[in-house]
Each structure stands twice: as structure tokens, then as C-alpha cells.
């Protein structure tokens, strides 16, 4: 580092890390350098000092990785979706209502559903089931009767049987058909069991959605019924007198829609849906919008697929306008608008916590002022290359050492070249690679042949986690997750690297990170010291990864610590999950341990046997074994 750089300061870690932009208010980094989390977004004045979380959490005896959930984030989320449709039908004049339906698939764990259902309440804030499961859960969660119960969904006998009976219960339980072929079920089952059922239909929308996850719209849609099918399902329920059950129109366009006029379109075709089924003379209620609504991963406010081009403000104003603006002109009633938001409620309210375990970083021995004189032709060739490196020339040296470096692997394959001096030639080669790169930081603008390059050199660190686990949508779906450095912002972040996991897969890496000009291959990061540990957070995780996550390489699920943020400071440790242990993990893929245990025992006892080991030994190796699977399946210090 040269002397002449000016002196780094915490601001600069918030604009190179991005934290306003991505934050939502939410983060910040305080005055001495440290990650600090809000449940008020925008005021820092009683927030939290992530690193003070964490040794809290250690001083209770967990180890990383942790999953972070900042409770009181989910109650603003809440809030702010429900406030926000509130004061846009106030101020539209709009003479319905809004109602919330959380999608528990998003994520389906008991605490957040209950954190949903609790502080919902005030807001009649409801759950939507796409599953038996799923209804079953909501149905034993769910106490408000004012709100609603939305049955999405292939559904079985069983599942309608359960739907009725939820009704008859006085839930506000609307079942989506979602199929022609659940129809006749749903009427035969209603008449036998004598309860009238709440039915929806969900509707192919034309309106196709862009985004990364966004395939359930348009017509190539798997789930919803097209046009001529819901006139089928209007004249089978006239048939059975049951019209005026139906109630609800529902579509969802797939998650995560990152343009608003993607939004507003579907909106539109879906208002004159909800006319022409009231005009068919449906008892029709309700208009549910479905998932969608998307979350600024990256920070960029654009329509790129990890950003949203709208404020959720927004987003409810462009809603509501857009129901009326249809449904004033069809002289329709105002219905009660449904959405199932469940990524935007859930995603900023857990963070997972991981240490760095070492790094690697690319590093040549220095090579000699000349080579030998018999050295191999190619070689020597990058070597003069290596010589003339000039700004000027940097594109050509480039090209010309890619070349010999070519020549050299073939010249070894074939058997001419000794490993030693194949050995010699990787060294030259990446010198030569270092020092272009080195020279290239004063070009203007990186050649698009040379942007590569960064990464090729940057650091590799290891980090205790599993992506697969933990991240599955970074990995399955190229999904981008803010990531940064917890603590020591204060400090200039001197490295460049990518993140591995410890699963030993060539997959199990980040090495995608937001940038505000589209995808960045490596992050910068701090050079790791011998006495202190570097903990790193992946950000905005709350939605999708904890149940889609997999037990590759059996890593198994972390610990999970719940805080709540007091109001005039401070907070308090309100919930906390142990992870799996390797005996848990080992259960899964149906090992039985006892029977484990009892075999090994065997083989240390058949040791002793043959003298290999003695009695003593034995007791030692039993109980590391032992230990071994009782222990967490991550790396513990
Ligand atoms: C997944 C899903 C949702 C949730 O979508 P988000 O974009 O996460 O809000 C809502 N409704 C249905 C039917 C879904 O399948």
C-alpha cells in the first residue's frame, strides 16, 4: 500500500458495501466500524451491534454459523405492507378494503408463522396453504376469523374435506380451484359434509412476467385454468345452484417481479376477469394478486432480476388504481384486494452469521533474473514477454502469454517437457498474469479479454458454512445475497476474494456479489489476523433458503437465535434453535447410530485384539466417536 492513500473511513465501507442501498434502512454501520441492524429503518439511534449479537451468542454457547432473526423487522415488514394499501385505498378513495395472506411456503418454520400470526393480528393479516401440510399448520395456528384462509394448490379429497371443515369452524377459508378436475369433488364433498364452501378460481393470466423466478404467468403457466375452462367452472356451479360461492379470483405471476409494469398489466387483465365474473352473476369478493412482490437484493432500484424498479408504496398505489381504473369503468364493486407477499415480509428479517476459517491468496515465488539457457522455448518466450510489459502492449502480452502457456501444457502432455520445468513454466506464466494485472488498475477501462483476470488472482476464503444449506438460491438459481464483513468497517478493506464453504464442492462458493453496474466476481475483504476472528453476514435470507436448503456433504441445519430489539435500546435473546447435530443429520439418510456405535465398537475392540491398540486407546477413540456425533456438523473451534 503506498503512503499517499487517504485515510479509509466507516462511510466508505457503507458506499463500497452498499449498505443504504440494499439496507432499506434497516443496516448501518456505526461510527467505530461495526454492522449495526434497526427495527425502524432509517433510525440508528437505539440499533444493534451485530458483533455485540454475536458475543452474546458465543458467551451462550453457540457456535457459527447462526442464523440471525431480528424478530421486531418482520412486525415493520407487516406494518408497512398493510399501512402502505391502507393510506393508498384512503387517499384513492377506494371502497374496498386490503387484506394480507402470508404464503407459508416462503417460510414455513413455527416462529415465523406465529411472529406472522402475531403481529398480524391487528392488521387481520391471514395465511395462504399450498399444501395438506400446510393448511394443517395454518389451520392449528390461525385464530383471527376476520382474516383470510387461502387454499391454493392440487387438492385432494382429504384437503377439501379439510377446507370445509375449517369453514364450518367460521374461518374465512377460500379454496382456489386450481384445476378443472377438483370441481366435482369440491361440490360432492360440500353436499355430503353439508357445508358451503368458499371457492376461488386461479386464473393463466396473458400478461407474461420477466424475472428469474417469474414462470408461473402467461400462458405457458402449469397452474391456474384459461378462459373457456373458468366458463366451464361458472355453468357447473350454476348446475349446482352454487354461484354465489364463488368469490375470489386469484392469479399469482411468480415471485420476485422486479418491473412494476409487469405488475400493473396483470392487474389490469385481472380486474376484467373479476367483471366478467361478476357479471356472470358470481358472488364475487375478493381479488387476490398472489406473490410478486420483490425484494431490492442488490440495491440498484432497477429492474434487474435481484432488484425491484418500485417502493412497496408504490407498488400498493399502482394496485389499487389499477383495480379501480377497470373496475369504475365496468360499474363492478370495489373488491377486497388479497395479496400473498411473502418474500418482501420475511427476507430482511434473518441474516446468516459465519466465520472465515483461513484464505488462500495467489502468491508467485519470485523468479530469477534469467532462466537457464537450455529452458524450453516456450517459456522463454513468456519470459521475454514478461520483459516488455508496457501500458501500451498490455492486450498483446496478454494474448501472447495465454499462447506459450498453451504450448507448454501440450509440450508436457506430450512427454516433452519434465514436470519440474512444466512447474517453472506455470510460475512465469502467472507472474506475467500479476503483473498485467497490477498494470491494468491504471488503465481507463479493463479490456473486456482481461476482466477475468481479477478473479483468477483474487483471495479464496473459507468460510463455515454450506451454501447448499444455507443458500441454496445462490447456488440453483444464480441468486444474488448481499454479503459483507460484520466488523472492522473502520479499517480499509486491503483484499479482494470469493467465498468457498466447507462442503469440498467446486459449487459450494460465492463468487456472484451485488454491484451497482450489474454482478461483481469477487468481494473486497479484510486480511485476516491470527488473534481475532472475521465474521462475515449474508444478508436478506429470510425468504426461501431456510426449507429448500439440502444436507449435502450432511452439513446439516445451523443454530438459529431470534432477537427483538428493545425501543429504547438494547436487546433480548428471545428464541433459539440448537442445529443439527451429526447424529441428527445421520438419522435423516436413516443410519441408525446406536447400531454405528455398536459396530465400531467392534472394530476398536478387534484393534485391541491384535495389539494395535490397548484398552486405554480404545476408551480414547470411543469416546472422540462419541463426541463426534453428538458435535455440530460444522466446523467448531
Ligand atoms: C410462492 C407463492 C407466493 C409467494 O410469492 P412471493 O413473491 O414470495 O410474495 C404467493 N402465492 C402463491 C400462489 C405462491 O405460489
Redesign the pocket.
Given at each position: 500500500m503506498t503512503p499517499t492513500l487517504e485515510r479509509w473511513t466507516v462511510e466508505r465501507s457503507r458506499e463500497l458495501y452498499g449498505v443504504r442501498e440494499w439496507g432499506a434502512g434497516f443496516f448501518g454501520v456505526s461510527d467505530s466500524g461495526e454492522l449495526q441492524v434497526t427495527a425502524k429503518p432509517g433510525s440508528f439511534e437505539h440499533a444493534v451491534s451485530i458483533p455485540e449479537v454475536i458475543e452474546g451468542i458465543q458467551a451462550r454457547g453457540l457456535d457459527m454459523p447462526v442464523l440471525l432473526r431480528i424478530e421486531n423487522i418482520l412486525d415493520t415488514q407487516i406494518s408497512l405492507l398493510n399501512d402502505n394499501f391502507r393510506s393508498a385505498i384512503e387517499s384513492l378513495d377506494y371502497k374496498g378494503s386490503y387484506l394480507g395472506a402470508y404464503?407459508i411456503?416462503?417460510n414455513q418454520q413455527q416462529q415465523v408463522v406465529e411472529a406472522v400470526t402475531r403481529h398480524g393480528k391487528a392488521y387481520h393479516h391471514g395465511l395462504?396453504a399450498?399444501s395438506k401440510a400446510e393448511l394443517i399448520a395454518a389451520m392449528g395456528m390461525l385464530r383471527d376469523t376476520e382474516a383470510v384462509l387461502v387454499c391454493?394448490g392440487y387438492k385432494d379429497e382429504e384437503f377439501i374435506d379439510l377446507g370445509l371443515h375449517a369453514t364450518q369452524l367460521g374461518f374465512k377459508c377460500i379454496m382456489v380451484i386450481e384445476m378443472p378436475g377438483e370441481l366435482p369433488t369440491i361440490i360432492s364433498r360440500s353436499k355430503e359434509l353439508g357445508i358451503k364452501p368458499n371457492l376461488g378460481v386461479r386464473v393463466k393470466l396473458s400478461s407474461q412476467a420477466n424475472g428469474l423466478?417469474a414462470e408461473?404467468g402467461g400462458d405457458r403457466s402449469i397452474f391456474g385454468l384459461n378462459a373457456a375452462q373458468i366458463i366451464e367452472v361458472i355453468d357447473t356451479l350454476k348446475d349446482a345452484e352454487m354461484l354465489d360461492c364463488l368469490q375470489l379470483l386469484?392469479y399469482?405471476l411468480?415471485?420476485?417481479?422486479p418491473n412494476i409494469r409487469e405488475i400493473r398489466n396483470a392487474v389490469a387483465e385481472a380486474s376484467r376477469v373479476y367483471a366478467g365474473l361478476t357479471h356472470e352473476g358470481a358472488g364475487m369478493r375478493y381479488l387476490d394478486l398472489?406473490?410478486?412482490?420483490?425484494v431490492d437484493y442488490d440495491g440498484t432500484q432497477t429492474n434487474f432480476m435481484s432488484s425491484r424498479n418500485y417502493t412497496t408504496d408504490e407498488y400498493c398505489v399502482d394496485v389499487v388504481e389499477g383495480v379501480m381504473t377497470v373496475l369504475d369503468e365496468q360499474g363492478v364493486e370495489h373488491p377486497t384486494i388479497i395479496t400473498?407477499?411473502?418474500?418482501?415480509l420475511v427476507a430482511y428479517y434473518s441474516m446468516l452469521l459465519f466465520n472465515v476459517l483461513e484464505s488462500a491468496r495467489f502468491e508467485v515465488e519470485p523468479l530469477p533474473d534469467a532462466l537457464p539457457e537450455e529452458t524450453n522455448i516456450h517459456i522463454r518466450h513468456i519470459f521475454e514477454t514478461l520483459q516488455t510489459l508496457n501500458l501500451r502492449n498490455i492486450q498483446e502480452c496478454f494474448n501472447d502469454a495465454l499462447y506459450y502457456r498453451d504450448e507448454i501444457r501440450q509440450a508436457f502432455s506430450q512427454g516433452n517437457m519434465s514436470f519440474r520445468e512444466r512447474a517453472l513454466g506455470d510460475r512465469v506464466f502467472w507472474e506475467t498474469v500479476n503483473r498485467i494485472a497490477l498494470l491494468a488498475k491504471d488503465l481507463p477501462s479493463l479490456p473486456h479479454e482481461l476482466e477475468g483476470i481479477t478473479q483468477a488472482l483474487s483471495d479464496i476464503y473459507y468460510c463455515n458454512f454450506s451454501v447448499f444449506q444455507s443458500l441454496p438460491d445462490a447456488w440453483a438459481i444464480g441468486q444474488l445475497f448481499p454479503v459483507m464483513p460484520v466488523h472492522r468497517l473502520e479499517e480499509r478493506p486491503t483484499r479482494e476474494g470469493l467465498l468457498a464453504d466447507i462442503t469440498c464442492d467446486c459449487d459450494g462458493k460465492i463468487d456472484r456479489f451485488i454491484d451497482s453496474h450489474g454482478v461483481k466476481r469477487t468481494m473486497p475483504l479484510h486480511e485476516l489476523k491470527d488473534s481475532e476472528e472475521y465474521y462475515l453476514g449474508a444478508f436478506l435470507v429470510g425468504?426461501?433458503q431456510e426449507t429448500l436448503g439440502d444436507l449435502h456433504n450432511l452439513l446439516g441445519d445451523t443454530n438459529v437465535v431470534t432477537i427483538r430489539i428493545r425501543e429504547g435500546g438494547g436487546f433480548d435473546f428471545v428464541g433459539e434453535l440448537e442445529g443439527d447435530t451429526v447424529e441428527d443429520i445421520l438419522s435423516y439418510v436413516e443410519y441408525d447410530t446406536r447400531m454405528l456405535f455398536n459396530r465400531f465398537r467392534e472394530t476398536a475392540e478387534n484393534a485391541v485384539r491384535e495389539g494395535r491398540i490397548t484398552p486405554v486407546q480404545r476408551k480414547e477413540t470411543l469416546q472422540a466417536y462419541k463426541n463426534g456425533l453428538q458435535g455440530y456438523t460444522y466446523f467448531e473451534r
Open positions: 404464503p411456503k416462503v395462504e399450498g391454493n423466478w408461473s386469484h399469482h411468480g415471485s420476485q417481479i398472489g406473490g410478486g412482490l420483490a400473498e407477499s411473502g418474500r418482501a425468504a426461501y
